[in-house]
């Protein structure tokens, strides 16, 4: 027998042995599963509601087919017991970020969502961008409507005057220019529109440009009136120096931004809405309460016994929903896919929404109402 045909003999063994293995302790109930290499890594991390009819689908499967690969990379399968297909869903993605596994693809994400990205250059730029790094820089997001949202960043870019050139252009600022060189040109026109402050050419200084930084942070933290400020400033200034042209530039600028404000406004409201206490059933009557605040889960509780444990989970959700976060707070890559998990969940699942508790919705007093409180 040739060498191949040997490894395909190994192969096929060791697919039988893990078939066998899964055939005898495999239930069909929610699971999250892990595919361990030769080494004992994590080559793949899936989910299914019925794990065991999932994981012996991987052995029918036919040659060339992803799973047939995974299974050829596979020396043992581990699997755990969860109560839902919402906890497998959540516990998938956090093995993922975890294990990083091989065969894992980038995690199924909502592809119509994208971010505001503020850089960490020397002169920060603004930026509409698909997905979170951990490069240091800002992330805000996630928010709906692509075209709408790189309108709204090059519209408040060239209000602040923000520079949209690429980190490697050279800055010069105007309180460290180099006497012996005399070429302070701009790179591109913005500078000369005043929709740059021109940090290429010493025009403007570091303490100035990091002003119009911090505006644009406050603007995307939810003062979203300070940039129209600017605009309505310079609107009235240019009418009163007769540049009247200029002025109804200014005034189109302005309803643009207008009109970009009151998107942004909504499309915040898509994340806010996913504050409530969400109820789960769970298999075997291993029910969950999850406290969703911003799309992210902020704490997760068995489904309360007693009136001891139920006025302590009310409480905590309370506690929790009160607590002052600021304007829409920058998301890191850490969260940003569990807030994209739970929003897609809930818009695939609308349904789900119909037993969410809104905060305005708790009991306000630890007594017989909180008993309102049921899957």
Known sequence: MRPGSLLAAANGHA??????????????????YRM????????YVGKSVSV?????????????????????????????????????LLEELHAIQRFKPIF?????????????????????????????????????????????????VREVADTL????????????????????????TPRCMRADLNRCLGPCAGRCTRTEYDTRVTEARRFLEGDVHRPLNVLQDRMREAAARLQFEYAAN???????L????????????????????YPVRGHAGDDRVYLIRRGRIRAEYAWPKNEVERNRLLQHARATFARREQG????????????????????????????????????????????????
């Open 258 to 277: 207008e009109a970009a404000r009151e998107e942004l406004v909504a499309l915040r409201r898509t994340v806010e809405s996913l504050t409530f206490v």
């Open 328 to 375: 829409p707070a920058p998301i890191d890559a850490d969260n940003v896919r569990e807030v994209l998990l739970i929003a897609r969940w809930f818009r695939l699942k609308p349904h789900e929404l119909d037993s969410v508790i809104t905060p305005d919705r708790l009991p306000r007093s630890n007594d017989a109402e909180a008993a309102n409180l049921a899957v």
């Open 104 to 152: 894992n693809v980038q995690h199924k994400l909502d592809r119509g969502f994208c971010f505001i990205k503020l850089t960490r250059d020397e002169a920060p730029r603004l930026m509409m961008v698909r997905q979170v790094l951990s490069d240091g820089a800002v992330y805000y997001g996630p928010f709906r409507g692509l075209g709408m949202v790189r309108e709204l």
């Open 15 to 32: 697919a039988v042995a893990l078939r066998d293995d899964v055939r005898a302790r495999a239930e069909n109930r929610p699971a999250v």
């Open 36 to 43: 361990l290499g030769n080494e004992g890594e994590v080559v």
């Open 52 to 88: 065991r009819n999932r994981l012996l689908s991987y052995f029918r499967a036919d040659r060339g087919e992803k799973a047939t690969d995974i299974i050829s990379a596979t020396r043992r399968i581990e699997w755990e017991y969860v109560p839902s297909e919402f906890a497998a």
């Open 250 to 256: 200014l005034r189109d600028r302005a309803q643009r």
């Open 161 to 184: 005057e923000l520079r949209d050139c690429p980190p490697s252009v050279r800055l010069r600022w105007a309180d460290q220019i180099d006497l012996f060189n005399a070429d302070y």
